[in-house]
């Protein structure tokens, strides 16, 4: 086939891909939305967050948010605020509207963040070909955890836009710009911090410099909105205790149906009754969490590493994300994205054997199927079939297993370079 053919087919892939993203995911999910909005679902917490700091008050204290609700007289209850205090900053929008309008809006604003987050990546990594943006359209087209996220009103595509655009920032090498978008990813959601120390790892000091200092200066630009004292209580009273699974009230169980974590594996094996996870379970995923971190900065101690490789490693980095805290739901899922096309890209260009291909399509057709759909599974030959029915229930768990074992194999392994940086050399010797 010739160039001209395979760039049509490219465009014609990523024409049907985002047709069915409109149609048989966007659409769907509005209309769920608009007709059953179930009072904001997660999105709420955030809504009365930033009403409740805007009056001045603790928006950490779940009490605080429950009252604003109540006085408002759409609901009686939301879930704690967990995100850190310069999250904030991005719902002010939000203040004049009430929950429903802004529930919708944010429906819209999470679809361009979406789009946001998906450039970036396209951006960074067109190098390495048309195949970029082809499994980049078919990724979000197939991946429920997107529609997942919109309608519950999540914020994960906020962290994920400025943590990809910081990324894609600093590797052209604009550390100051890439330093400050990353920043601002962690004050939207801690976890990409792990980013961070990936820069430390590779010797990016100014990158992680202007990371930290991005923070700082957010923090400092929203104690108009929420006061020094109340953004201390994140840091000492809430944070801490994510580790034990106290996420400052939430009364959702860490074994509910869907939770793709390692603590919620460590829980299920080592049961005990309540809402936290057992002191063993605990030091356990601790453990994990640390040899997990440990063996990638392990893995990607090279400084030589291509685009391709270095696309892997920010992979098996966002897979990271998504096992090491104790709640990981579908929503959250969306950080596996960039491993989903980093892996598939290894695998057809030559840096994962074809022994994969078989193992990455089931991990897809895993992500693709709605966990509702996988839940009705579960329960109807749970009883009968249990150990089936426990590989049902875990079948995206392991999916992140083997979309993160994919990518940190391929982060370690270099071949003929694609460059995103000028200048840097055509080729880098196998590790």
């Known amino acids: 086939m010739g160039a001209d053919a395979r760039g049509a087919l490219a465009k014609l892939l990523i024409a049907a891909a985002v047709t069915w993203h409109l149609l048989v995911t966007l659409a769907p999910a509005w209309v769920t939305v608009s007709t059953k909005p179930s009072l904001g679902r997660d999105f709420a917490s955030y809504y009365y967050a930033v009403q409740v700091a805007a009056d001045g008050k603790d928006p950490y204290a779940k009490g605080n948010l429950s009252k604003a ?29 009430d929950l429903m309008t802004s529930y919708k809006a944010w429906f819209w604003l999470d679809e361009l963040w979406l789009a946001a ?24 087209a197939a991946f ?32 100051l710009v890439g330093g ?4 601002a990813a962690c004050m939207v959601k801690m976890s990409p911090a792990l980013f961070v120390g990936w820069w430390l790892m590779r010797g990016k000091w100014r990158e992680a410099l202007a990371a930290c200092m991005s923070a700082l200066l957010l923090s400092v630009a929203a104690l108009p909105l929420i006061g020094f004292e109340h953004q201390l209580a994140f840091y000492t009273r809430v944070l801490p205790l994510f ?3 106290d996420y400052n009230g939430l009364t959702i169980p860490i074994d509910m149906f869907g939770n793709h974590s390692m603590p919620n594996l460590w829980h299920q094996l080592l049961w005990i009754p309540g809402p936290k996870l057992s002191t063993t379970a605990q030091t356990l995923s601790s453990m994990t969490a640390i040899s997990l971190v440990l063996g990638l900065g392990w893995r990607f101690r090279y400084e ?33 994205l960039p491993a989903i096309v980093a892996s598939v890209l290894a695998l057809s260009q030559g840096r994962l054997g074809w022994g994969w291909a078989p193992v990455l399509s089931l991990a897809f057709c895993f992500w693709a199927v709605e966990i509702s759909d996988m839940k009705r599974m579960h329960l109807s030959i749970k009883s009968s079939l249990p150990a089936l029915g426990w590989l049902i229930q ?21 071949g003929p370079i694609y460059n995103a940086v000028p200048g840097e050399r055509e080729h880098v010797p196998a590790q």
Not at 124 to 133: A, D, I, N, Q, S
Not at 307 to 331: C, D, F, K, W
Not at 394 to 414: D, I, Q
Request: proline content about 5%; charged content about 10%.
């Open 69 to 97: 609700a109540r006085k408002s007289g759409k609901k009686r209850g939301v879930h704690p605020f967990l995100y850190p205090p310069p999250f904030l900053l991005v719902m002010v929008w939000a203040l004049p509207l």
């Open 117 to 140: 987050a998906m450039f970036a990546l396209w951006a960074w990594w067109k190098p390495m070909g048309r195949g970029v943006g082809v499994l980049l359209a078919i990724s979000v």
């Open 394 to 414: 875990e079948a995206k768990f392991l999916a992140l297993l083997v979309f993160g074992a994919a990518s940190a194999l391929a982060g370690a392994r270099t």
């Open 304 to 336: 030589d590493a291509d685009l391709l490789a270095r696309a892997n490693q920010v992979g098996a980095i966002g897979i990271a994300m998504l096992l090491v805290p104790v709640y990981t739901y579908e929503h959250h899922c969306i950080w596996a």
């Open 180 to 183: 400050a978008l990353m920043g």
């Open 243 to 245: 580790g034990s699974g």
């Open 144 to 175: 429920t955890a997107v529609s997942g996220n919109h309608i519950m009103g999540q914020a994960n595509f906020v962290g994920l836009a400025f943590a990809v655009a910081g990324l894609w920032q600093a590797d052209r090498g604009r550390w």
